[in-house]
Structure formats: C-alpha cells, structure tokens
C-alpha cells in the first residue's frame, strides 16, 4: 500500500522531474561543462579543455569582486528595507478600515509593472535637468541645481537600490499580511484583556507568529535580489558602481563572447547564490515543519 | 472581586442593533449566565463588559467605576475564549505567566502563583508543553490557569466547553463551579448549554435579539418564565404549546380537543396559547376526563428516561418525558394526555405570561 502510493506519487511527478531536467538541470550541467573549457560563443562546438583556468580569471578579476560586493550591499540593503517596510505596511493593511481592499489593491501596482517600465519611469523622474525629482527638491528648497542620480557614480548603487525598495515592498506586504492574516485575533484580545501592552503584544506575538511568513518572503526576496539583472542593467548599463554578478557574467558571456569565462562566472554566482539559500533556509529552519 | 452595572447598553454594527439598552446589574461575587439563542448577542455583551468591543450608547461599571472608555487591558479582568486562544508558540508555563512578566512581577512571585494555579487545575506535569501537545480539556484547563493567575476582579467565559466532548464538559463544569466555590470572584459565563446554565448559574440572564427576556435564579426561570421564549427555552424537551382560544359566550378557554378550562382573563391578559412541560403530562387511556387527546406516534428509550411524542393535530406533536417506559403504545394508537392545573402555563398575545391563578375556574369535562 505505502510501495503503491509512493509509485503514484513519482509518477505524478515525473512530468514536472522531466520538464525541470530539460529547462535547468541540463542547462546547468552545460553551464558548469563549458566553464572547464575555452569555447568562444561565436563557434561553441571548437574548444578544448582548460581546467579551472577559468575560475581562476574570474577569481582574479577586480571587477568580479566589486559586481560581488556591489550585489551583497544591494541585497543586505534593499532586503532590510523591504522587510521592515513590508512588515509595518503589512500592519496598517491588517486593520480593518474603510477602502481597505481599494488600497490593498493599489499597492500592488509597481510590483506588477516590468521592473524594466519601473526602471525607465525611475530614470527619468530622476534625470538631473528634466527630472521631477529634482524639480521638486529644487522647489522646496533642498537643491540649488539637480542631481545626477543616475548618473553621478556615487551615487548610482544607491539610486538602484531606492527603486528595487519601491518596487518590491508591495511583494513583501502581501507576503507578510498573509502571515499576519493565519494569527487568531483572539490571541490578540487574550493578550489585551490581561494587560499586555500594544508594543509587547507586537513583539512577543505577532513578530513570533509571523516569524515563518517573514522568513519565507526574505529567502524569496533574497534569492531575487542576488541574481538581479534587470533593473541594475536599465539604469546603470555597463557602470562598474552598480555592476551585480548577473550583468559581470552576462558581459564576460555577451560582451566578450567569451564562453568559458562567462560560464565560470555563472557557475561561481550559482554556488553564492546556493551557499546563501542553503544559509537562511537552515537559519530560519523553514525546512522544519513549525509543529 | 467587583459588581457589574449596565446602564442602558447598546451596540449596533452598522444599521444592525445587537444589543437594545440592555441594562443590568451583578452582584459582586455572583456567577451570572447569559444564554440565549444563536446570534442573539451573548458575545456581543460579554465583549462590551471586556472592553473588546465599544458600547455604541450607554455605560459599563465594574466595581462601581465607571470603564466605558477603558480599555480593555486596563479593566482588571480575565477572558477565557471557547477557542482557548493560548499563545501557540509558548509552552505552558509561559502561557500563563506572559501577562506577570510583561506586568514586571517579580520572578519568585510569578513562579509561586503559577505552581499554585498549576496546582489547583491540575497542569503541573503540562507546564514544559506547547499547546499543540494538549488534548481540549488540558488545553481548557490552560486557559483558564491564564485567567486565574492574573487574580482578577471579574472572569468571562464565553462558551468555555462546547468544543469539549460530553464527559469533558461535565468534568470541567464541576471544576469551574469548584472554582467559583474557592476564590468567589464575580464571574459571567456564556453558553448555549441548558445544563451548564441551571447547574452554575446563580441568576441567570436569557437574551433574544439583543434585548434581556428574564433574569432570575434557574428556579425562577424555571418555574415563573416571564414570557413564552423564556418558557420555551429552558427545558429539554422543550415546553409543549398550543393554541387556544377564549370562548366569549360560554367564558371558557378551549384548547386542542379536549382540553377546556374556565378563564377570568379579560383584553390584552386574554390567553392565546397554553404550555405544559413534557414531564407534566401523562399518558392516559383515551376518553379519560379533563384528558388531551392525541395519538401515539412514537417512543423513545434513552435508560434513564423515556420520551414520547403524541400527535394532537396535523401540525402538532407533544412530547412526553418519564420515568417510566413509555413504549407499551401502537403506532397511531388514541391516548389521552393527563395534566395538572398547577403545570398549566397560559401567554397571552404579546407572549407574556398570565397568572394561571387568575385565571383559574372550574375545570370543565367536555367529551370530544
Ligand atoms: N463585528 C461584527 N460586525 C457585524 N456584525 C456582527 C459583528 N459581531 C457580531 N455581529 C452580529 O451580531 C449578532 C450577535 O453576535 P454574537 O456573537 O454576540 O452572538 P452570540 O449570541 O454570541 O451567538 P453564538 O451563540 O452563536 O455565539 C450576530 O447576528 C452577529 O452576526
Ligand atoms: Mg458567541
């Protein structure tokens, strides 16, 4: 009976085992293949192996290590924020209030907008001369003239890291309330009716109980943000100061045409991508079930 | 310990009135039982005492002070939820003492009001668990160890025991009016169970449609209901009734066929319906004088009683409850059903109760 039920179960999945061989298992097993080798993209079927000389270039790239590093503060960064964004938003939206499904709904825009529409918008509402931005900073008096957001190399990490915030709390809100939405509100009047007060009722119940909610979203995000192209890529193009590991892997891959070192770079970004995901899952134990 | 006093209290969710000034006053150290039909707004009214929910009109006082605008963490009160609502993720011993520390209690102080507690309930080997790990009662018992430990001036249940199985709820019954017995803290208690209602209640307060019917000890109630809902809801079976009409000729009230009785009552104390309670009848031979004819429909044996339903007209069957077996009947068989005037209760239009004793008269046998 067991034998059977695990047969049927196998067998259900074999279309999806089958589908996720052909679409990334076996991309995958090609990437890592061809990161041992020297292929150029322009004639893949001439090469020859070359060891872990690839790894070893990539590994020794600076601008590899800054497209890292720039990827670690975009994700520390814009994770935290969406996060504690996400999760107080998550709070307002929880109560009941007039119009309430109207703004639920609302919020939801820029997170359903192309990252790419989300970008353009952003560039130009922060272009220094027609930018309305920096009119309106220059109206209200923080500026003398405008600044070059998008442009100005300092300044450009940070600028990506605002509109990914703008455009993925919404993501976590909905995350979060879900969560928030699982928790009884008896447990609430329980805590209220003895005395425990608003910020202690915050703090030792909603924040436990959501706890499983919130870390599912952050590993979500997190994984989002580590492999982030897009975005960066629209605002920055080729900028070294807001290079992430995707757009390092895609110009060694595109630019360069270099198949063996972009495959090493994409093999490397995989591994930090895996280390980190296998870290916060254990961390946050969302393996185990919350029995 | 603390009296309750509702002066006119009302709560309306919209255009929708729960609760129609409801006023009412508990002594300090009595256990009160609202009960009343689903929806009539039981929770609706122990919620406003709480706090949990704001009065829409009239004013709330515990122990004399007038709470309308407290908040409900300021009231000084315990709430125990049919749903237990323990913290899920907090075993035991924290489930309970989470209110002392977050009061600052000192350590010593909380851990001997929490073996005391785990002491009088019984959950002192419960105490390391997780609320999942509890059966429902264990899980009750939890609850109400976090409302005793706060030593309040008022408890409220609402529904405590009816996601507990038959044993369990006569098991934790005895417990809470054990309870009530010890620490004689004013309680209010919600529940749907008659039971519960006659066994704990020292007064009890029957709702309809957001308004108080009656309130009285369960005897009273019992035996003096002020109106026909009242009448109709304490008791299991529940009341028998039926229509009857007063004869303006002859003076006399005539009921389903056989029954026939001499009335005083004049205008809006004319009765228009009479009661009698399943264990106030007895199954007679058919054609016996001053007897409610009927027919047999059917018995049932539940071993420490007997019910039996005997059809008057097309659309009304009465019950019968005794001690005795009552099955030695056919089906369809003619019976008669005995009565007495001392069980005899008449309603007049408006539902409310008229006197028997003023509208006694000679009994008068009328063959059918
Ligand atoms: N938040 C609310 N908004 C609108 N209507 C409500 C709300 N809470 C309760 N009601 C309505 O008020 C009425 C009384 O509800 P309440 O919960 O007090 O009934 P109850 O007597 O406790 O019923 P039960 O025995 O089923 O628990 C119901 O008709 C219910 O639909
Ligand atoms: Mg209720």
């Known amino acids: ?236 193009a080729n900028n070294e100061k807001a290079m992430t590991m995707s757009i390092y892997a895609r110009d060694q891959l595109i630019g360069f045409q270099d198949l063996g070192v972009g495959s090493a770079a994409s093999t490397w970004v995989f591994l930090i991508v895996g280390l980190i995901a296998i870290l916060i899952v254990s961390l946050l134990r969302l393996d185990r079930s919350t029995a | 310990m603390a009296s309750v006093t509702l002066k006119e209290v009302s709560k309306s969710f919209g255009a929708f009135d729960v609760l129609q000034s409801i006023d009412l006053t508990i002594e300090d150290g009595e256990f009160i039982v609202f009960v009343g039909p689903s929806g009539c707004g039981k929770s609706t009214l122990l919620r406003a005492i709480a706090g949990l929910v704001p009065v829409s009109k009239g004013d709330v006082f515990i122990g004399g002070e007038q709470v309308t605008d407290v908040p409900a963490s300021k009231r000084g009160i315990a709430f125990v939820f049919q749903s237990y609502a323990l913290y899920p993720h907090m075993n035991v011993a924290r489930n309970i003492s989470f209110a002392l520390e977050t009061a600052r209690m000192a ?112 005897r009273e109630l019992y035996d003096r209901p002020a109106n026909r809902f009242v009448a109709g809801f304490l008791g299991s079976p529940r009341m028998n009734f039926a229509p009857v009409h007063t004869d303006t000729s002859s003076g006399l009230l005539h009921g389903p066929s056989g029954f026939v009785f001499a009335t005083s009552g004049t205008g809006s104390s004319q009765p228009v319906t009479l009661g009698l309670r399943p264990e106030a009848l007895e199954i007679v031979e058919a054609g016996t004088a001053q007897s409610i004819s009927g027919t047999f429909e059917r018995a049932e044996d539940l071993g420490y009683e007997h019910i039996a339903y005997v059809r008057l007209s097309d659309d009304l069957v009465w019950t019968i409850r005794s001690t005795e077996p009552l099955s030695g009947h056919a089906r369809g068989q003619a019976v008669g059903l005995g009565w007495q005037i001392k069980d005899l209760y008449l309603f007049n239009e408006a539902g409310i109760r008229v006197d028997v004793e003023a509208a006694r008269g000679p009994v008068v046998a009328v063959q059918s």
């Open chain 2, 107 to 218: 350590k010593a102080e909380i851990r001997q009001r929490l073996t005391r507690v785990a002491d009088m309930l019984k959950i002192g080997h419960l105490l390391d668990r997780r609320p999942k790990q509890l059966s429902g009662g264990q899980r009750q018992r939890v609850a109400i160890g976090r409302a005793l430990v706060s030593q309040p001036q008022l408890f409220l249940f609402d529904e405590p025991l009816s996601n507990l199985d038959a044993d369990l709820r006569m098991e934790m019954r005895f417990e809470i009016a054990k309870l009530h017995a010890e620490i004689g803290t004013t309680m209010i208690y919600v529940t749907h169970d008659q039971t519960e209602a006659m066994t704990l209640a020292d007064r009890i307060v029957i709702l309809n449609h957001g308004r108080i019917e009656q309130v009285g000890t369960p």
């Open chain 1, 1 to 236: 009976m067991r034998n059977r039920e695990t047969r049927t179960a196998w067998l259900f999945l074999l279309p999806l085992l089958v589908a996720l061989a052909a679409v990334a298992v076996w991309p995958l097993v090609r990437n890592v293949y061809f990161s041992f080798t020297n292929a150029f993209l322009d004639n893949p079927s001439e090469y020859s192996f070359v060891g872990l000389q690839n790894f070893i270039t990539v590994m020794e790239d600076p601008v590899f290590w800054g497209a890292v590093t720039n990827t670690m503060i975009f994700t520390l960064i814009s994770v935290s924020f969406e996060t504690v964004l996400g999760f107080g938003i998550a709070l307002l939206l929880h109560r009941a209030f007039a119009g309430r499904g109207l703004v639920r709904a609302a919020i939801l825009v820029p997170w359903a907008m192309p990252m790419v529409v989300s970008a353009k918008i952003w560039e130009w509402m922060l272009n220094d001369q027609f930018g309305l931005i920096n009119k309106a900073l220059i109206w209200l008096g923080f500026l003398d003239k405008g600044i070059a957001w998008t442009a100005d190399s300092s300044l450009i990490l940070g600028t990506v890291i605002f509109i990914d915030i703008w455009v993925t709390t919404p993501f976590m809100v909905l995350l979060i309330l879900a969560g928030l939405q699982l928790i009884p509100e008896e447990i609430y009047e329980a805590a209220e009716v003895s005395g425990v007060p608003a910020w202690k009722r915050l703090w030792s119940i909603t924040l436990p109980l959501a706890a499983p909610a919130i870390g599912v979203a952050v590993l979500f995000r997190t994984l989002d943000a580590l492999r982030m192209f897009d975005l960066s890529y629209v605002i920055a």
